[in-house]
């Protein structure tokens, strides 16, 4: 079982940064594949962001490639999200996910078991 939490969001400008965590208990969440998401009102939940278990292996939506950075610290128990650039049409509630597939980082939602409650992200111009 995993437990998820994130922190970080807030209220910034057109063209600022945000850096948003996601901390996770849990005896497996090393053995995760992380993923952050994000939904708009009125919108799906999207793929933002992927992460596999080492670390070493990072999956990006082309809406936020260049701008967003994934890293995870298993030692710590934690996901980040580096959101870089940030634009309005950015603004959403993130939500970070672990997977437990084994084999593939997943970009489906419907792929993800655990989830945090979501932090809202307002971007203004």
């Known amino acids: 079982q995993v437990q998820l939490v994130e922190s970080g969001g807030g209220l910034v400008q057109a063209g600022g940064s945000l850096r948003l965590s996601c901390a996770a208990s849990g005896r497996t969440f090393s053995s995760n594949a992380m993923g952050w998401f994000r939904q708009a009102p009125g919108k799906e939940r999207e793929f933002a962001a992927a992460?596999?278990?080492?670390?070493?292996?990072?999956f990006y939506a082309d809406s936020v490639k260049g701008r967003f950075t994934i890293s995870r610290d298993n030692a710590e128990n934690t996901v980040a999200l580096q959101m870089n650039s940030l634009k309005p049409e950015d603004t959403a509630v993130y939500y970070c996910a672990a997977s437990s597939r084994n084999y593939y980082t997943p970009r489906d939602k419907n792929d993800y078991d655990y989830w945090g409650q979501g932090t809202q992200v307002t971007v203004s111009s």
């Open positions: 992460i596999n278990w080492l670390g070493s292996n990072t």
